[in-house]
C-alpha cells in the first residue's frame, strides 16, 4: 500500500533533513502560553510558571508495535501521539507539548510521511498540544517513531503509583479489552485478504474494537472530571499493557495488595459477543489486553459516593493490606492471584 | 564482535521489558534538585523553579549514524548524551536530565546492552545528569537509541539562533574538523582489518582525531567562561553538521549575512598532517566536517577584547548585511559563497 512504486512520488532525500523537517511542521500552530519557542532552535524553551514539569517518552517500530498493512499512517501518527499524552494524564497533568523522532527507510515516499504528520496535527489540533521539536533520520529498514510528551502539573495535584492504600478502592475509567480485540479481528483479516484479496470483509461488528485498536484516544478529561467531583486519586496509572500488570505496579510502588472483582470489570458488548466468536474468555482479555489508554486509580473509600454511578467511571476492587497478595475474585467467589501477562515488547519476536 | 556467539550471555527476553529497565537503571543515582521523580511511574517530575525549560532530542541508528565495527557500545553509549547535552549548552543552558529509549534486535545480549548504559552513566556521572526515564525494546534489526535532553537557563540567559546583529563577531569554541578526520581514520582501518585481519594498526598519528569521533564531549564549560567574561552571545548554535551548514542557520534565522576566514579557523596539528596524508582540504573538513560538538555564537564587537586571546575561543569572521551573503574570505582574499555541506542523514543510504 505505501511501497515507493508510483514514480510520480517525492523521494525523500530530494528534500533533505531541514527541507523535511520545515515542510513536515510549517502547518503546526503553537497554541500553549508555556511553549516560549518550539522547532527550529538547537532546544525548544518552555516555562512551566510554578508548575511541575512532566515527561513521558515512547518508542513505536514497525513489526513490533505496528503493522502497516492494516494500521494506516494518519492513524499510526495519531496512535503514537495519544500513547504519550495518556502517560502525562495518568499523572493528574495537562500535556502541552511533543517532540517527535521519526527514521523512515527509502520505501517511504514524502507522501507517506505526509499522512503520518497529518495523524499527528489531527492529535496537537484536538488535545491542544504543540510539536516542540524532534529528529527526521532514515533508517536501514521500516519506520520508527519516537514520541516524547511533556506536561505539566501544579505540584498538590501530581498523582503518582505509590499513593494506594489499604480500603481505597480500585477504579477504571472507560471499558477494557476492546483495543486488543480490535487487533485480533485486524490480524484475521489480514490473513483472510492474503488468502483471498477480492473478499470483501464485513466489519460491522466490530467497528468499537477497531477503533479503539486504530484510533485510541487518551483521557484528556478525567483530571478535570476528578477534580469536579473533589476526588483527588491516591494513585494512577495508564492502562497500555493491560489491567493486570498495571494494577501490580501500583501494588508494588505502593507496598499494599489488591482485590479485583471480575463481575465489576466494565465490558463492552462488542468486547462480550467477540470474546465468545473468538472462543476467548472476555476477563482475560479485560485483565492482559492491554493498549486501551483508560486510566486506572485509587481513591479513599470516602469518595465512593462521589464516584458510584458515573457513567465515566467503574469501580472494580479495593486495596488490602500487601500480606493478602494481589487477586481476582471470580463470579464463582474464588480468590486467584493475578499474573502479569501484559504485552511484552521485548518477547515479541 | 557483540554477535551472541557465546552462549552464556543473557538474552533480553529473560528479564522482560521492566526487568530490563530496572537492571539497567538501578545505578543511576538522581543528582540534581530538579529532578522531583525520575524513573518509575508514568512520566517523570521536574521542577525548574521559575527557570525556562530547554528541550532537545536525537535520534542515532545502526548503519546510519554509527557502526558498531569500531565504536565500542560504551562509546556509542556516551557519544549518544554528548549529541543532545551539546544542544541544551548551545542554548546557553545547564543541561539536568535525559530520557534514553533504546530498540535492539536480538542479535545483542544483555551485556552489550550494559556496555551502552555503562557509558550512558558515565556521560550522566561526569555530566551532572539524571535519567529520568525512556523505553526499550526490540528492534526487527540492528540497534538505536532516542535521547531527549531536558535543561533550565534563566529567561534571560537563553540564547537563540536569531539574535546576530551586523558587525557581530563569530566566535567558534575549540578547533574543527578533527571528528570527521577520525571517522575517515577508522573507515580506512576496517577495510585494511577486512583485507587483513591480522594487521595491527598504528593509531599513534590519530589519537586526537579518533578520541573526537569515539567521545566527544560537549561544551558544558561554555554558558560558565563566558559569564565570566561578562559576555552573553547574540546567538549560538553547536556545531554537529559542520560549521558552514551551523553559520547558515544562524544568519537565515538572523536574517543576515557573514564573512569567515579561512585563516582563522582553529585547526589541531594533527588535523593538518592528516589532510595532507589524505589529500583532504582542512578548510573544507573545517567547514564541513561535522561532528565537532563545539559551540558557535556571535558576540557584540564591543566584545572583542574580552574573547580576543582567550585560549578556548577562535574568532573567525563577522555578521554582514543580509544582502552580503554568506562567504568565506580565502587566504588568497577571493570571497567564495558559503554552502550547506555537512552531513545529512537523509542522503547516507
Redesign the interface.
Known amino acids: 500500500m505505501i511501497e515507493d512504486k508510483n514514480q510520480n512520488k517525492t523521494s525523500?532525500?530530494e528534500?533533505?533533513?531541514f527541507g523535511?523537517i520545515n515542510h513536515l511542521t510549517k502547518h503546526f500552530k503553537l497554541k500553549n502560553a508555556s511553549t516560549?519557542?518550539g522547532v527550529?532552535?538547537?532546544?525548544?524553551?518552555?516555562?512551566?510558571s510554578e508548575k511541575?514539569?512532566?515527561?513521558?517518552?515512547?518508542?513505536l517500530?514497525?513489526?513490533?508495535?505496528f503493522d502497516l498493512s492494516y494500521m494506516p499512517l494518519k492513524h499510526l501518527g495519531y496512535k503514537a501521539v495519544m500513547v504519550n499524552l495518556?502517560?502525562?494524564y495518568?499523572?493528574n497533568?495537562t500535556a502541552e507539548?511533543i517532540?517527535v523522532?521519526?527514521?523512515v527507510s527509502?520505501r517511504f515516499p514524502l507522501e507517506a510521511i505526509e499522512e503520518l504528520y497529518a495523524g499527528i496535527q489531527l492529535a496537537c489540533e484536538t488535545y491542544n498540544i504543540d510539536l516542540?521539536?524532534?529528529?527526521?533520520?532514515?533508517?536501514?529498514?521500516?519506520m520508527?517513531i519516537?514520541v516524547?510528551?511533556?506536561?505539566k502539573a501544579a505540584?498538590e495535584d501530581?498523582v503518582?503509583?505509590?499513593g494506594a492504600k489499604e480500603t481505597d478502592l480500585i477504579v477504571v475509567s472507560g471499558d477494557l479489552g476492546a483495543a486488543y480485540l480490535g487487533l485480533q479481528v485486524l490480524e484475521r483479516e489480514k490473513q483472510v485478504f492474503q488468502v483471498d484479496p477480492n473478499n470483501q470483509p464485513d466489519l460491522d461488528a466490530y467497528t468499537y474494537l477497531i477503533e479503539r485498536q486504530l484510533k485510541p484516544e487518551a483521557r484528556k478529561d478525567i483530571a478535570g472530571l476528578l477534580k469536579e467531583l473533589g476526588v483527588k486519586p491516591t494513585s494512577?496509572?495508564?492502562i497500555s499493557d493491560g489491567l493486570s500488570s498495571e494494577i501490580m505496579h501500583i501494588c508494588s510502588?505502593s507496598k499494599v495488595g489488591c482485590k479485583l472483582y471480575e463481575d465489576k470489570f466494565p465490558l463492552d458488548p462488542q468486547v462480550i459477543s467477540t470474546c465468545e466468536e473468538f472462543n476467548m474468555d472476555s476477563t482475560m482479555i479485560a485483565l492482559s489486553g492491554g493498549e486501551d489508554y483508560e486510566l486506572l486509580f485509587t481513591v479513599p473509600i470516602a469518595d465512593f459516593d462521589n464516584i458510584k454511578g458515573n457513567p465515566n467511571f467503574s469501580i472494580i476492587g479495593h486495596i488490602t493490606e500487601e500480606n493478602q497478595g494481589m487477586n481476582l475474585v471470580t463470579r464463582a467467589n474464588q480468590e486467584i492471584a493475578l499474573q502479569a501477562q501484559g504485552w511484552?515488547?521485548?518477547?515479541?519476536?
Chains 1, 2 share one sequence.
Do not use: C
Open positions: 525523500l532525500s528534500l533533505g533533513e523535511l516560549i519557542k527550529g532552535d538547537d532546544a525548544a524553551v518552555l516555562d512551566a511541575q514539569t512532566l515527561v513521558s517518552t515512547d518508542l517500530i514497525e513489526g513490533v508495535h495518556s502517560d502525562v495518568a499523572m497533568g507539548q517532540t523522532s521519526i527514521a527509502n516542540i521539536g524532534g529528529d527526521t533520520t532514515s533508517s536501514t529498514k521500516g520508527l519516537s516524547t510528551a511533556i506536561g505540584k501530581v503518582y503509583r505509590n494512577m496509572i495508564d510502588k511484552n515488547a521485548l518477547k515479541k519476536e
